[in-house]
């Protein structure tokens, strides 16, 4: 079972909903991450969040919008979604951003389906 | 302009036999690489790492070799095992200082029984 967890699995929303995608680590570590995964493309990172603070927006649009309450939790809040940012969005923690021995953990992902 | 590359989508190998792996980057900055293996419906797992201060990185039936000059990374899985049927993805960053860990597209592998 994995450290991280991601709810929902799978959502679709319209155009117009609000939602939020949830992400909680038990693994003790202090950096968290948002990724983008879409058809043939490479992981893309989105937001990085160091004991609680960001210090990434990777060019994000303002439709997405990250919160990390603490360490352990971590959401991305949607907006206005447009049909193109149908995705596989994958949470991450580390135990510090690059560091030597601290690869990512993912979590198994939120399908969404924008229509 | 895609940093990490990995040239080709999928690879079909028999069981018990060598798979390998490829990957390429074109920043010399990078010097720590990692593997990940994703099941379908499931996260990236983490599979072996490696820093440029090596060439080379062994983990059981994995292994990762790094080719500096060339800037070209593979990991070799012996023997390959259907449960390894899988989509692997490298990965590369420069340990300092920033977050940003650059993965390839990925390739799937098929191990064939």
């Known amino acids: 079972e994995t450290g991280v967890t991601q709810t929902p699995r799978h959502l679709v929303m319209g155009m117009t909903n609000k939602k939020s995608l949830k992400c909680e680590q038990h693994?003790?570590?202090?950096?968290m991450y948002w990724y983008k995964q879409s058809a043939k493309k490479p992981l893309e990172l989105m937001f990085v969040y160091n004991f609680k603070e960001q210090t990434e927006n990777n060019s994000v649009p303002s439709r997405f919008s990250p919160e990390c309450p603490n360490s352990s939790h971590l959401f991305l809040h949607l907006h206005t979604l447009q049909p193109e940012d149908s995705a596989l969005y994958l949470c991450?923690?580390?135990?510090?951003?690059?560091?030597?021995?601290?690869?990512?953990?993912f979590g198994n992902g939120t399908r969404l389906t924008v229509t | 302009d895609q940093q990490v590359k990995q040239n080709s989508p999928s690879l079909s190998v028999q069981e018990g036999r060598i798979s390998i792996l490829n990957c390429d980057y074109t920043?010399?900055?990078?010097?720590?690489f990692l593997w990940y293996k994703k099941y379908p419906a499931e996260g990236p797992t983490f599979l072996i790492s490696i820093s440029s201060i090596k060439d080379k990185n062994e983990d059981g039936r994995f292994t990762v070799f790094l080719n500096k000059s060339a800037k070209h990374l593979s990991l070799h899985i012996v023997p390959s095992q259907p449960g390894d049927s899988a989509v692997y993805f490298c990965?590369?960053?420069?340990?300092?200082?920033?977050?940003?860990?650059?993965f390839g597209t990925g390739t799937r592998l098929k191990v064939l029984a």
């Open positions: 693994l003790g570590h202090n950096a």
């Open positions: 990965a590369a960053s420069p340990t300092s200082g920033t977050y940003k860990y650059i």
């Open positions: 991450a923690s580390s135990q510090a951003p690059n560091s030597y021995n601290s690869p990512l953990h």
């Open positions: 920043n010399s900055m990078f010097d720590y």
